[in-house]
């Protein structure tokens, strides 16, 4: 029997549905969420909403020992201290890693300048005291203790770039092996194989207002910080691409940030920058993906895979952050992306016939 701790997160259904299809009587689906999770829809006699440190989650779980592996998908402070307080009991842990549950936790350069400029000014009226500034550094002492012995006592570490695996065991030493993993995307292949439906692209595009008779670029995937997406925004003015329109999905993520973005996109583009402030299903979506020029992803870590591998699929070109592991990651597999740093420096035309087959290949093989 296994044990899956989970967040609520857009992949688990699909995840959870995989699952039971290849074997429904070995898992254990627990979502880390409380009654009214806001992505997780799955029902099932296997599937159970509990938070972390109540009764409840802890009557779910029962005793440990029932389980032949235990899997944390993505490893918060709170999946940390439950590792770490079951350590001396006979269960393999896994850790299925998102990327959050390692960047946030190191030092790394994710934000470029004009974010870092950002970030500043947000935080510039507000001095922590010399008390306070302790307290905190103390505390992250804490956390960084608890979770390297946490991943020491893993026995897996699951992801789909073995790079990052290694940038694991740069900060947190750890005896843990790496498997292969990656989850179903939401964007699911027969959704890109399906004909363009010209009536869905029509009222998607009316209703969030994409002209249509622009190149369409669409920037990032959600409104965090780590996006980068104000020095984009900046050299898209700057470049005076005139007839493009960027398109800026910005569902989830930090409001203060999502307002600051839009706030800017405005003011630099006009009606040339266009946010998508709520969600769109994968079935209208998926057109959206089909209509786009580009996408462009200015993280420096990895971040919007299922955004990249959609664009890759249906033969768009494709921008990266070359900071990014995920970058080098589809370079080492022969996929012809490009640094976000070309975008201003050339013109945005189609990808050539057999550049677009080579990374639809490439991408079927490894997804």
Known sequence: MNLHIMPDDKFIDEFISVANEVNPESNTFLV??????HYVKSKGKNVYLAKYGTGEFSRIVGDLSQYERVYIHFLTQEMCSFINKNAHKKVMFLWLFWGGDLYEHITYPLLDEST?????????????????????????????SERLRAIQRLSYILHFDEGEYRLVQKYFPTQAKYLFFSYPNVLQFDLLDQPLDIDIVI?????????????????????????NH?????????????????????????????????AQGKKLLGSAFVPLTTFLAPQIYSQ????????VFNSRRTQGVGNIIALLYVGKQVFLNPVSLY?????RRGVKVYSVDQLFSKEIEPLDSLSAEKNREIIKDMY
């Not at 510039?124 to 307290?135: E, N, W």
């Not at 959206?288 to 996408?295: F, H, M, N, P, S």
Request: aromatic residues 10%.
């Open 116 to 144: 870092q400029r950002y970030v500043k000014m947000r935080n510039r009226a507000f001095i922590p005291g010399l008390l306070m500034t302790i307290k905190s550094w103390r505390a992250k002492q804490r956390e960084h």
């Open 32 to 37: 880390n969420a409380t009654d009214n999770p």
């Open 288 to 295: 959206l993906i089909k209509v786009a020029e580009a996408g």
């Open 230 to 262: 104000l020095s984009v925004l900046q050299g898209c003015a700057a470049s005076k691409k005139d007839d493009y329109q960027i398109v800026v999905p910005l569902s989830y993520g930090n409001p203060d940030y999502i307002d600051y973005v839009i």
């Open 203 to 227: 009222a998607v595009t009316q209703e969030r207002g994409i002209d249509l008779t622009k190149k369409i670029l669409l920037l990032g995937n959600s409104g965090w910080e780590v996006g």
């Open 327 to 331: 970058y080098h990651f589809l370079c």
